[in-house]
């Protein structure tokens, strides 16, 4: 086998095409679980009568299994459901006009949200549950507490752990060639197949996934050091 340094370049701008889906994916599926993730970290960390071993069961098992097979899970647990259910509510759809994508961005959400609640429960057990105590002496509602006093010092203790999960995720995000949806790794396998020259094709891929996780880590470092100065009582 003979490299190609010509068509590495070519595959690099050909799949420029599939970048906006690997970013949305990532973006969405970690947006959304954050929220996710805030919720039951929220849950757990103020030990909720029956939410909390709920919270817990969904945290043990996501981090317990893959991946690829909460994809499947969701994808062929909510057709089946879905078709299940038309007949009896007679509705006038099915399964097969949801756009395979969707269920990408449901499945992520979900892994990413149990992984996320550990990273912000993490960073809320970093703070001193004294100053929580302080904020309730003065007369803190616990929202305020949290907003004001807990989670700004908790983001600073988790940015890192944050930055590292938004980078799995954006690797992640690939197994997505299991609905036959076209990331930037599927674009790669797709560019390859007219002159089986995979080699190359990936390593353009590979070139592109690099340049954005440098990215997230120089935006999360920049990120890191100004909250910081907040969290110090530094100028921003």
Excluded: C
Aim: proline share 4%.
């Amino acid at each position: 086998m003979k490299l190609d340094p010509g068509f590495i370049v070519t595959a690099f701008f050909s799949l420029f095409s599939a970048l906006p889906v690997t970013l949305v994916l990532t973006a969405v599926s970690v947006f959304v679980g954050f929220i996710i993730g805030t919720i039951v970290a929220l849950v757990r960390f103020f030990e909720i009568p029956v939410l909390g071993p709920i919270a817990k069961i969904y945290v043990v098992f996501i981090r317990g299994t893959p991946m690829l097979t909460h994809l499947l899970l969701i994808y062929f647990g909510f057709t089946t459901i879905i078709d299940v259910l038309v007949p009896y509510f007679g509705w006038t759809f099915t399964s097969s006009i949801i756009p395979l994508i969707d269920f990408a961005f449901l499945s992520f959400s979900i892994t990413a949200g149990a992984y996320l609640s550990e990273v912000i429960r993490s960073g809320l057990l970093a703070v001193d549950k004294g100053q929580l105590e302080a904020a309730y002496s003065i007369g803190m509602t616990t929202p305020k507490a949290l907003i004001r006093i807990v989670f700004p010092q908790a983001l600073a203790a988790s940015v890192p752990n944050l930055s590292n999960l938004l980078i799995g995720m954006l690797h992640g995000t690939t197994l997505v060639f299991a609905l036959s949806v076209v990331d930037i790794n599927a674009k790669a396998q797709i560019v390859a197949s007219s002159n089986w020259k995979f080699f190359e094709s990936y390593i353009a891929a590979a070139v592109i996934y690099w340049g954005l996780t440098f990215l997230i880590e120089r935006i999360s470092g920049l990120f890191e050091a100004r909250i910081n100065r907040f969290t110090r009582g530094g100028v921003v």
